[in-house]
């Protein structure tokens, strides 16, 4: 029986792609730089994702990853001699403000909070992400928030997941609740290499927000498939 839920931030809880879409734009316009156009997202999205994926695997670092990502988007994108850690600098401080609820995120939360133990568990600094749920109105509905920066490693990690596993025992026998086995935990992400990966190497019960209905799960044993958040009602 499912006790907890783990839910992943961006992406899932919180449009990260409607934001960088938003700050490129925003950002190009600020810096005088060459007039963006919507194919360049996608070629942000193919830099950062293969940055994210470094990160995942432990090769590189989020600090690192932030002195050298725009300056690699922008040699991809070509035409732009820019410094790229100053837009970086003001992009994590858009990134900061922003709060664009991924469609049928607040209904999800409002359903499951009344069900299970709701918990965060992202890749990225602690204080953004707490602050983005906050502005969004959702972090009331967490118990625990399990953010890489605060733990220490990033999903897909085992100890990610087993520092928070060890967090949300802790708090149930203060309270003198049973403890929580990992297969009576379900994470939701849409991130295959992080989320379900990171699920499935733990311990965990999956749930795959496949919102690009791409349906390819890379031979993942997934337990559930979605592909609109309120498909949730259909397993929970």
């Known amino acids: 029986m499912i006790k907890a839920i783990f839910i992943d931030i961006d992406n899932t809880l919180l449009d990260f792609d409607a934001y960088v879409k ?11 730089l060459r007039k963006y156009e919507d194919w360049m997202h996608d070629t942000f999205e193919t830099v950062n994702g293969g940055l994210w994926l470094q990160i995942e695997d432990g090769s590189l670092t989020f600090g690192e990853l932030q002195k050298i990502r725009f300056n690699k988007v922008f040699e991809a994108i070509g035409n732009i001699d820019f410094d790229g850690t100053i ?12 709060a664009i609820p991924v469609e049928g995120a607040m209904d999800m939360l409002e359903y499951l909070s009344g069900k299970y133990i709701l918990c965060t568990a992202s890749n990225g600094p602690y204080n953004q992400q707490v602050h983005r749920l906050e502005l ?10 399990f953010i890489s920066e605060k733990i220490g490693v990033s999903k897909p990690a085992k100890e990610f997941f087993d520092t928070a596993l060890v967090e949300l025992n802790a708090k149930q026998q203060a309270r003198g609740d049973a403890e929580i086995l990992p297969s ?48 949730i009602k259909e397993y929970l």
């Open 22 to 32: 938003e700050s490129l734009r925003s950002g190009f316009e600020k810096f005088g």
């Open 87 to 98: 837009f970086e600098k003001y992009f994590r401080e858009c990134l900061n403000e922003s």
């Open 136 to 145: 969004a109105g959702m972090l009331d509905y967490f118990r625990h928030n």
């Open 184 to 231: 009576e935990i379900m994470i939701i992400g849409d991130s295959l290499t992080s989320d379900m990966a990171g699920g499935i190497g733990s311990g965990l019960k999956t749930c795959w927000f496949d919102r690009a209905g791409k349906g390819d799960t890379k031979g993942r044993a997934i337990d559930f498939t979605i592909n609109k958040l309120n498909q």
